[in-house]
């Protein structure tokens, strides 16, 4: 008996290592999604540039792959946050149990993405950061087309790449990686805003906005995007 239930034990603990792994293909599948959001945001700009009331239309299909994107994306974070949420549930029962993670996860994830909204697919971080960007390069270059675009005008787009400041207030050098905080409209380099983000996380502390004389007391990373016009500025200079 002693035997069997060491037996059990083993397989239970390597069926969850496969799913572990599972996950981490998709995590993976899941960066190059927003490698590829990227891309095509980079692509967005350059038509964007181009003056034609044509370009209208190729605008409006990178747009929609943006969304679809957005969705896929959507979709691998609900479907990781609820493996990981059954498999903590299974991981407490019986071995036998994990017989039935399949149609316990099956029937979660229908029921947690079926409850997501198309608020929540709007706000994706890089759909939000592709019109944005694309309308801000609209607005120097076709103001009618701008106003196609779906947001509001952003009121301090109009600044020359001179007047620009592409110094991170964090690490005092050029930026390479510029996120605009949408609370407050200061950049700051990727890699040394997000160090910062999870530092004060782990001491359970609030993060200010690290630009003297800024009110913004709470950074988080909700409210940080790309800025793909600086980053193309900075990569120009």
């Known amino acids: 008996v002693t035997n069997t239930i060491n037996q059990n ?9 496969a799913v ?11 960066a190059d999604i927003g ?9 967005a700009l350059d038509v964007a540039e181009t003056a034609g009331t044509e370009n209208d239309a190729v605008l409006k299909k990178l747009e929609v792959m943006m969304l679809e994107c ?19 549930e299974v991981r407490n029962q019986e071995p036998e149990a994990m017989f039935r993670l399949k149609s316990l996860v099956k029937e979660k994830f229908t029921e947690t993405h079926g409850s997501l909204s198309e608020g929540e ?24 087309a701008a106003e ?5 005008p952003d009121e301090d787009v109009a600044v020359t790449q001179s007047e620009v400041n592409f110094t991170c207030p964090l690490t005092q050098v050029e930026m390479v990686n510029p996120m605009k905080n949408k ?20 001491q359970k502390k609030k993060l200010r906005c690290p630009v003297v004389g800024c009110g913004n007391t709470d ?19």
């Not at 572990?20 to 899941?30: A, D, P, R, V």
């Not at 490698?35 to 692509?43: K, N, W």
């Not at 609370?183 to 782990?202: E, L, P, S, T, V």
């Not at 950074?219 to 200079?237: C, E, F, P, S, T």
């Open 148 to 152: 196609n675009m779906e947001e509001e």
């Open 35 to 43: 490698t590829g959001m990227d891309i095509v945001t980079d692509v």
């Open 20 to 30: 572990h792994s599972t996950l981490s293909s998709l995590k993976t599948c899941q």
């Open 183 to 202: 609370k407050c409209n200061h950049h700051y380099d990727r890699d040394a805003i997000m160090g910062m983000i999870k530092a004060r996380q782990n």
């Open 219 to 237: 950074v988080k990373q909700g409210d940080l995007i790309l800025d793909q016009i600086m980053k193309r500025q900075i990569q120009k200079r």
């Open 9 to 17: 034990t083993k397989d239970f603990n390597m069926s969850l290592s």
């Open 70 to 88: 957005a969705k896929l994306d959507q979709e691998i974070n609900c479907f990781v946050e609820v493996v990981n949420c059954v498999t903590a």
């Open 121 to 144: 697919l709007q706000n994706h971080v890089k759909l939000v950061s592709f019109k944005e960007n694309v309308r801000n390069v609209l607005k120097t270059v076709n103001p009618e």
